[in-house]
């Protein structure tokens, strides 16, 4: 049972390349989230889905896109990076209906130049 | 979007010492939950408190749910180095609406 699972650890990309954040889970969870956390910003929700087939944005979706896959996976889009978007990237599972847990995966540290 | 404001956001101790850290809202949340997080690692609940005036303890740790559901607190009891980390409060206030805290982070010094 690995729980939330990102890749990758680590990217370092240049203004205006693109990329995608993996994020999967196997707990099964209904609900699916991405965070950025930056220096005395805390958590920010980028996007989450509440359910397979359904993607709602959060406080901070300008610039990015997400696609939910499947109940297991669920991927964030950079278009085009910019140096704003440095930051770290969370993944995040949980269950409505139960404790309101959120479940983090470990983190992709992302740096744009 | 409902505030949470985490005090304070840095804390340095040395072990042995008591603290407390706050979390306060103009906001009522139906529940409160505190998180830890490690360096390099996603943050791990701690704990969830439901009920106004509820008090969880965790062994040294005891988590308070103001009356009014608007705020909580954390006190640790003799610190130890293995406190070390971010402890951040969220507030949740609808269905699937989480907001989190800034963050403390503490460091316990042996």
Redesign the interface.
Known sequence: NAG?TQTPKFQVLKTGQSMTLQCAQDMNHN?MYW?RQDP??????IY?S?SEGTTDKG?VPNGYNVSRLNKREFSLRLESAAPSQTSVY?C?S?E?GT?????????TRLTVL | ?QLLE?SP?FLSIQEGENLTVYCNSSSVFS?L?WYRQEP??????LV?VVTGGEVKKLKRLTFQFGDARKDSSLHITAAQPGDTGLY?C?G?WG??K?T????TKLQVIP
Not at chain 2, 40 to 45: I, S
Not at chain 2, 100 to 103: D, R
């Open positions: 939330v609900s965070y005395g910003m805390g958590l920010r929700l989450y509440a406080e969370f995040a949980s409505p404790d309101d847990t959120q479940y983090f995966g470990p983190g | 979007t985490q956001q529940s939950q390099g690692e996603g943050p791990v609940l969830t951040l969220a949740v269905y699937q989480v989190f805290g800034i963050g």
